[in-house]
């Protein structure tokens, strides 16, 4: 059966939304396989759609959990909300964002439950919704830019929530801005160069452009590299209550 790949002439002209097939999508994740198949390393897709390559990443990752962790029910589940965890994405629609995730979740839960089986729990699932609530975003990839219902600009940044695993079963959430990550990658030589001194005060530039504030970023003790600085951080607590850690 042939794979249906838009859901409307007026969606493609409008916004070009043409949803990738099963096997290029397997095709360019084989291209990292590796990756695919870490169990935290992270995954952003900038137009999710209905989530067709984070759910085979997904697929990658909780093989390799079954693979690794599949004889002891406590670590599968607790690996299962890592894989999970490491996903994000971006939809200018919202019935895709919605969509990326309940596929997202649901494959999740499947497999979570046949392996888990009577011990799989009702608040590691809310924990598992919670994450992709904050992880599967509606918003405009190309500004970095939360949208409204007509798929307008408003201005709020896109931000993130970064999980890590700290301590046994201990998740730490920082909150990031995207755009400021992106130009910390994309121009870490020009903000390199400029006075490290510079850090202590609060702007540099004129102060009008967020990604450009020193507010935004700190130097890494050892490597003396600019980094970007968490808007937000939360205490760590059990992953199975990240969903009351607000």
């Known amino acids: 059966m042939e794979e249906k790949q838009i859901k409307s002439k007026q969606r493609v002209s409008e916004h070009g939304e043409v949803f990738t097939a099963d096997r290029e999508v397997n095709a360019m994740l084989d291209l990292v396989k590796d990756e695919t198949e870490r169990i935290d390393s992270t995954f952003l897709e900038p137009a999710c759609g209905e989530g067709a390559f984070l759910i085979k990443i997904l697929d990658r990752k909780l093989s390799a959990v079954k693979t690794k962790y599949g004889k002891n029910e406590a670590d599968y589940e607790k690996y299962a ?20 995730r309940n596929r997202l979740y649901a494959f999740w839960n499947d497999l979570y439950t046949s392996v888990c089986k009577s011990s799989a729990r009702d608040e590691v699932r809310e924990a598992a919704k919670y994450i992709l609530k904050k992880n599967i975003l509606v918003g405009n990839a190309l500004t970095l830019r939360l949208v409204d219902r007509n798929q307008k600009d408003t201005d709020k940044p896109i931000i993130f929530a970064e999980w890590s695993l700290v301590t046994g079963t201990k998740m730490k959430r920082r909150d990031f801005r995207l755009d400021v990550i992106l130009k ?14 510079a850090i202590s005060y609060s702007l540099f530039d004129d102060g009008t452009d967020a990604v450009n504030s ?33």
């Open 81 to 100: 909300i890592v894989a999970l965890s490491s996903l994000y994405g971006i939809d200018i629609m919202d019935d895709n964002a919605q969509k990326c």
């Open 184 to 197: 910390a990658e994309e121009d870490f030589e020009q903000l390199k160069t400029r006075k490290k001194e």
């Open 214 to 246: 020193f507010d935004y970023y700190d130097i890494d003790p050892s490597t003396h590299e600019i980094v970007p600085k968490p808007l937000k951080e939360y205490p760590p607590v059990d992953y199975w209550e990240v969903q009351d850690n607000e």
